[in-house]
Nanobody, 113 residues
Framework: QVQLVESGGGSVHPGGSLRLSCAAS????????MSWFRRAPGRKRVLVAN????????YLLDSVKGRFTAFRDNDQNTLYQQMNNLRPEDTAVYYC??????WGQGTQVTVSS
């Protein structure tokens, strides 16, 4: 059974940091492109980052460049997103996905003062 489970979300002040994790199981993780999306309140889901099997980030949303880093550990079957200098506009539910066909349940990130 293919499964993605996100964790690491929470509430932080502007300028704070969080690290999201996405634990994958049920498929050969190291062979797949993995992605982070986010959905802000009242908005559609948008792509934040793509990480190919070699652990290269091939896409990063412009508004998070210089603040977010997406990476993976193929030995641990886990995708990560390190988020620094968080802003209120980063408030969203963050999802990881394999090929946009399998999704995790999401993890809430709230940035407010």
């Amino acid at each position: 059974q293919v499964q993605l489970v996100e964790s690491g979300g929470g509430s932080v002040h502007p300028g704070g940091s969080l690290r999201l994790s996405c634990a994958a199981s049920g498929f050969p993780f190291s062979r797949y492109v993995m992605s982070w999306f986010r959905r802000a309140p009242g908005r559609k889901r948008v792509l934040v980052a793509n990480v190919i099997p070699s652990n290269t980030t091939t896409y990063l949303l412009d508004s998070v460049k210089g603040r977010f880093t997406a990476f993976r550990d193929n030995d641990q079957n886990t995708l990560y997103q390190q988020m620094n200098n968080l802003r209120p506009e980063d408030t969203a539910v963050y999802y990881c996905t394999r090929d946009t066909t399998t999704w995790g349940q999401g993890t809430q990130v709230t940035v407010s003062s």
